[in-house]
């Protein structure tokens, strides 16, 4: 299954953008946001499971809102107050199996990543 994210651009800092993640034909049990930063590795943004259970970074917890739409089969991460530290490819990921996984290799199916970038 090929996730299909989308939504990314360019923003001023202290703006806000919306990423979609559609995962066709299949309800995942946990779905997530990771990013990746020029010469950095990637890291774990949120996740949220089809039951409504979410999970954030502490860099993230009070300015970005994930959720899901179980009937679209979609995740959107709502991110508010956007600072340039901020600026990376943001993938979407999910997995079928239950666990609260936060590394990137718990999770075999991805998206091809949106592109994110805040000027200041």
């Known amino acids: 299954v090929q996730l299909q994210a989308s939504g990314g651009g360019l923003v001023q800092a202290g703006g806000s953008l919306r990423l979609s993640c559609e995962a066709p034909?299949?309800?995942?049990?946990?779905m997530a946001w990771f990013r990746q930063a020029p010469g950095k590795g990637r890291e774990f943004v949120a996740a949220?499971?089809?039951?409504?259970?979410?999970d954030y970074a502490d860099s993230v917890d009070d300015r970005f809102t994930i959720s899901r739409d179980n009937a679209k089969n979609t995740m959107y991460l709502q991110m508010n107050r956007l600072q340039p530290e901020d600026t990376a490819i943001y993938y979407c990921?999910?997995?079928?199996?239950?666990?609260?996984?936060?590394?990137?290799?718990?999770?075999?199916?991805w998206g091809q990543g949106t592109l994110v970038t805040v000027s200041s």
């Open positions: 990921a999910a997995r079928a199996t239950p666990g609260r996984a936060i590394g990137a290799n718990s999770y075999p199916y």
């Open positions: 034909g299949r309800t995942f049990h946990r």
């Open positions: 949220c499971t089809s039951g409504g259970t979410t």
